[in-house]
């Protein structure tokens, strides 16, 4: 199976935690994306992520008590205790910490601790569902030869 970095998205949507929430949400509108990946620039130009804000976080802590979005800071709003994995961490890894920590997107770091990607549970779906395709032709191609050697 494939490690982390072969698997997440590259091209991750990300925001400063000065940013407000109004900008935070034309930022997912125009990258469709639900999630940003709130970081502090380090050393010039190193995204170290912070905080994760979703659209969720948007429409609950903000919208539905009708605070005003271009005042309210993604940094009031983000997930603080920030989970992230290494890009050099296996699939079946990071989908247990994603269980045991009920999140449903990660950022991916590398050993600099730098931001490198994301990775959702739509994502592991999708490499999952492609190992058990393979898994299914093993099974199927096992079966064939068994039939033509007994023939």
């Given amino acids: 199976m494939a490690s982390l970095g072969e698997v997440c998205r590259r091209d991750v949507v990300s925001?400063?935690?000065?940013?407000t929430a109004a900008a935070a949400?034309?930022?997912?509108?125009?990258?469709?994306?639900?999630?940003?990946?709130?970081?502090?620039?380090?050393?010039?130009?190193?995204?170290?992520?912070?905080?994760?804000?979703t659209d969720r976080d948007i429409v609950v802590e903000v919208v539905a008590p009708e605070l005003r979005a271009d005042t309210?800071?993604?940094?009031?709003?983000?997930?603080?205790?920030?989970?992230?994995?290494?890009?050099?961490?296996?699939?079946?890894?990071?989908l247990e910490v994603m269980r045991f920590?009920?999140?449903?997107?990660?950022?991916?770091?590398?050993?600099d601790g730098q931001l490198v990607g994301i990775v959702t549970v739509d994502d592991l779906l999708g490499v999952l569902a492609d190992e058990l395709g393979d898994i299914a032709r093993i099974v199927s191609r096992e079966q064939a030869q068994e039939a033509a050697m007994r023939r």
């Fill in 15 to 19: 925001v400063a935690r000065e940013a």
């Fill in 25 to 53: 949400a034309q930022l997912m509108r125009q990258h469709h994306v639900g999630a940003l990946v709130v970081c502090e620039r380090m050393n010039g130009e190193r995204r170290i992520p912070v905080g994760i804000v």
């Fill in 72 to 94: 309210i800071t993604v940094g009031d709003i983000m997930r603080e205790e920030l989970i992230t994995v290494r890009e050099t961490d296996s699939v079946v890894a990071v």
């Fill in 101 to 111: 920590k009920g999140v449903r997107r990660v950022p991916v770091v590398g050993a």
